[in-house]
């Protein structure tokens, strides 16, 4: 049977409910993490916890918990639930409360978590994916990690419809990021990324690959580009959470290029993968 967490109950899911007037209901008023799992490990759990409560400091929700309570609270799901391969993901909305625009700091923030089961990356890592660019419509803090993702959502969908694994995003012809992804391109075995401003979510993934880059020669850029660099570009590949580093093999929408599975993006996949828990 599978298990979540409800505030601090660990609930059978058929047994949970959702309060209507939860403000996350009402207006994706929350902010939320995903934890990959390797081998029954959480990975990179302290870099996700500073940044929730970065989001949180950010949207001024107090956290219903310290940070031991919360590790406390996922261990224990995690454990219950058995998972060796998949993720962890939790979400904090603001509280519950009558509908209105104007929230208050009275109510109790709800927290909530779940595991999922990993998806397999090796045919997507080996061959790589093709992508859909389009415009960035969403909000100017993408740097807060919300639970309102409506216009990742739709971006998502409209590369879905092309047949591509992934949007990538531009405001007003330069390159931000994907719809749940970080974009990074090479040239002359250099990285390039757009830095982490409020323009872009500063990818967990993002940040250790660029430590791992780092730590092994390559020299990393992080300054905005324009949509046409894209067709100069000697390699180029996406990060998260899930998918890891994953090749891009072609551009599709209002641009069109292709690439090369090239030698940096492999080299740095499996630099990536030596950092992860083992068995």
């Known amino acids: 049977m599978e298990y979540i967490i409800q505030n601090q109950q660990l609930l059978p899911k058929k047994e949970a409910s959702i309060n209507f007037e939860d403000r996350g209901y009402y207006f994706g008023d929350g902010i939320y993490e995903v934890i990959k799992i390797y081998n029954g490990q959480p990975f990179a759990m302290d870099h996700h916890l500073k940044r929730l409560q970065s989001s949180a400091k950010k949207l001024d929700i107090t956290l219903p918990y310290a940070e031991e309570k919360i590790t406390e609270l996922l261990m224990k799901l995690l454990n219950k639930n058995a998972v060796v391969d998949g993720f962890l993901y939790f ?62 959502v739709m971006v998502k969908r409209e590369a879905a419809d092309h047949q591509c694994h992934e949007a990538i995003l531009h405001r007003n012809g330069m390159i931000t990021e994907g719809s749940s992804s970080n974009l990074f391109l090479v040239k002359d075995q250099v990285l390039y990324t757009h830095p982490a401003t409020n323009l872009i979510l500063n990818g967990i993934t993002r940040q250790l690959l660029i430590d791992v880059a780092t730590k092994h020669n390559y020299s990393v850029v992080e300054e905005p580009f324009p949509v046409e660099v894209l067709e100069h570009a000697d390699e180029a590949f996406i990060t998260s959470t899930s998918v890891e580093i994953t090749p891009i093999i072609s551009v599709k929408g209002q641009l069109a290029t292709t690439f090369e599975v090239g030698p940096v993006t492999k080299d740095l996949q499996t630099k990536f993968k030596a950092i992860l828990p083992r068995k």
């Open 91 to 152: 979400q904090i909305t603001r509280g519950v409360e009558p509908r209105n625009h104007l929230y208050t700091r009275n109510s109790p923030a709800v927290f909530t978590a779940f595991t999922q089961a990993a998806q397999n990356l090796e045919e997507t890592q080996k061959n790589g994916v093709n992508v859909w660019l389009t415009d960035d419509i969403r909000w100017l803090r993408c740097d807060i990690k919300t639970i309102n993702l409506l216009g990742n």
